[in-house]
């Protein structure tokens, strides 16, 4: 049995490497924990799920065991994207769930995303749980929990063929990447009335043709040659749970999360006027002018799934989206993130059109570069990050905004540079008016990432 390590305990949820820092003796400390958490909120019931990796079954297993330790009654929906288990705390007798997920993590990779009593759970309510995991005398509940098993399959793709309908039937191409969600998507889209290219659908742990996570123009190669072999007007993609999406046009172009947001508020906006829309501090600055200028009130916030579904709460936004891909109706749906149902609310606004990607091309864009990473020892990420903060200098008046990593304002683009909260990289964006332009930005934030870590290896 793997001895506890809190480097797993993220900001946003618990992730860690099977055999390394992640094992079913571990799953069960935390489904302990997590079972003790919630009867302290006064939930008697956890919904929980999994995907498809290959650890799944055996840390699902043992989270439900902990789970029921605590004296907690578990509903296990088997094998489930990420969104259906948040859909089965809005739905099912219960308001805490858990998914098994290492989400866009390698194959060898697992994790676990939650939700506690109505709220996903992140920062100091996930370290409580590593404290309470070390606090813990072993000892179970004089009265262990049910375990009761349920398919919400029907009930969620329903529920979202019931809110969405599109103008017209469209062909589309959908690459899931033996992610999760391909034992849902095929169902979801036909059932909407598309025409449905698969790609990858077949649910493999192994990931054997390329990585799930759409945020990657490598990951996207193939659905743009099936776009341009075959008469499909659009192409979806999902990450390996299924709470992301990512979108190619008929000509190629990737459709980035920033810019399917303006799509996205455009529309909601149309209902709630006046309302702020959420995004995170990689986003185009493109997408703060557009929203007001269709009447909503732009609102940048940090980057991570539990952090903007919190803020969703605490503003009563309408929308929330990341350039990772989670984009959060709250108009029309719950608040929290989902592909698949992203994916459905795009189709609808793109059907009304002839020609789906001349709209998304018209887009308003920049030179932009995808997240460049700085691949560091874990822990190395969080302190050159402390020292970037602390020391970099900036040459002439730009905007520098702290409430994530270091994002500069040009008068002419943006660079930013963030620790990641789930691998030890930094993360890094740049967007400018021209090539040039980004060129410069680029080499000052080179410049100042050098000086701090002289033998830093830059993707740039």
């Not at 866009?104 to 939700?115: C, I, R, T």
């Not at 009563?316 to 989206?321: K, R, S």
């Amino acid at each position: 049995m793997l001895p506890l390590s809190r480097t797993i305990f993220k900001a946003y949820d618990i992730r860690g490497i099977i055999a390394k820092t992640l094992d079913a003796g571990v799953a069960h400390k935390i489904g302990q924990a997590f079972g003790q958490a919630a009867l302290a909120k006064g939930e008697q019931r956890v919904v929980i799920g999994r995907d498809g990796r290959l650890s799944g079954p055996e840390l699902t297993a043992a989270l439900a065991q902990g789970l029921q330790a605590a004296g907690v009654d578990v509903i296990d929906l088997g094998v489930v994207a990420t969104p259906m288990v948040y859909f089965g705390t809005n739905v099912l007798d219960t308001r805490s769930g858990i998914m098994v997920t290492g989400s866009h993590n390698p194959p060898d990779y697992n994790g676990f995303k939650m939700v506690l009593a109505g709220e996903a759970i992140h920062g100091e309510a996930i370290q409580a749980l590593y404290h309470s995991i070390v606090a813990h005398d072993g000892s179970a509940s004089a009265k262990p929990g049910t375990y009761a098993t349920h398919d919400i399959r029907a009930a969620y793709l329903e529920r979202i063929l019931g809110d969405v309908k599109l103008a017209r039937p469209i062909k589309i191409a959908v690459d899931c990447g033996n992610g999760v969600a391909g034992a849902f998507a095929d169902d979801l889209f036909r059932g909407m009335g598309c025409e449905v290219i698969e790609l990858f659908c077949e649910v493999d742990g192994h990931f054997p043709n390329h990585h799930p996570d759409p945020a990657h123009p490598e990951n996207l190669q193939d659905l743009i040659r099936c776009l341009a072999e075959t008469d499909a007007e659009i192409g979806i993609a999902f990450d390996g749970d299924g709470d992301r999406l990512g979108v190619v046009t008929k000509d190629g172009q990737i459709i980035y999360p920033d810019r399917q947001m303006m799509l996205f508020a455009a529309d909601v906006l149309t209902r709630h006027p006046g309302a702020q829309i959420l995004y995170d501090v990689k986003c185009t600055r493109h997408l703060a002018p557009w929203i007001s200028k269709h009447g909503g009130v732009p609102l940048m916030y940090k980057t991570g799934h539990s952090l903007v579904k919190a803020k969703l709460r605490e503003t009563g936004a309408p929308l929330g989206g990341e350039m990772s891909g989670h984009i959060f109706f709250k108009d029309r749906w719950y608040g929290f993130d989902d592909g698949l149902y992203s994916a459905a609310r795009l189709l609808e606004i793109l059907t009304r059109e002839a020609d789906p990607s001349a709209l998304l091309n018209s887009l308003p864009q920049s030179d932009s570069t995808p997240e460049l990473h700085l691949e560091l020892k874990e822990g190395e990420n969080v302190a050159l990050m402390d020292v970037l903060r602390r020391d970099a200098v900036f040459p002439g008046n730009e905007q520098i905004i702290t409430i994530d990593g270091l994002r500069v304002e040009y008068a002419d683009g943006f660079g930013l540079a963030r620790s990641s909260n789930t691998t030890p990289v930094i993360v890094m964006r740049f967007e400018a008016e021209t090539p040039a332009a980004l060129a410069r930005i680029q080499g000052q934030f080179k410049s100042v990432i050098l000086a701090a870590k002289p033998d830093a290896v830059l993707p740039f």
